[in-house]
């Protein structure tokens, strides 16, 4: 089993930037591919971008791809998601995700065994 705890949300400006962090404990963490979600009120959680278990591929949703970056570092247990460009549409509740089956991760909700409580990302317009 592996516990996901995420960082580092809070209200922004839209065009700023954030960098959310999500650490990992328990069982090893080079063994789960790693992905972000996001869920905004009244929406269904979406596929922000995942990475593979040591960091060679990397993933992301059409709305997202060029502005966020995925990254880890399985030396300090964290997985990384770097937002640049942040705009109003960007606001949701984040969670970080652990796949234990899937080397390079998914996009899909349903590959992902474990799943952190969420970190909050308002962007203001």
């Known amino acids: 089993q592996v516990q996901l705890v995420e960082s580092g949300g809070r209200l922004v400006q839209a065009g700023g930037s954030l960098r959310l962090s999500c650490a990992a404990s328990?069982?090893?963490?080079?063994?789960?591919?790693m992905g972000w979600f996001r869920q905004a009120p009244g929406k269904e959680r979406e596929f922000v971008a995942a990475?593979?278990?040591?960091?060679?591929?990397?993933y992301y949703g059409d709305s997202v791809k060029g502005r966020f970056t995925i990254s880890r570092d399985n030396a300090k247990n964290t997985v990384y998601l770097q937002m640049n460009s942040l705009k109003p549409e960007d606001t949701a509740v984040y969670y970080c995700a652990a796949d234990s089956t899937s080397s390079s991760g998914s996009r899909r909700l349903d590959e992902y065994d474990y799943w952190g409580q969420g970190t909050q990302v308002t962007v203001s317009s």
């Open positions: 328990g069982r090893t963490f080079s063994s789960y591919a």
């Open positions: 990475i593979s278990r040591f960091g060679s591929i990397t």
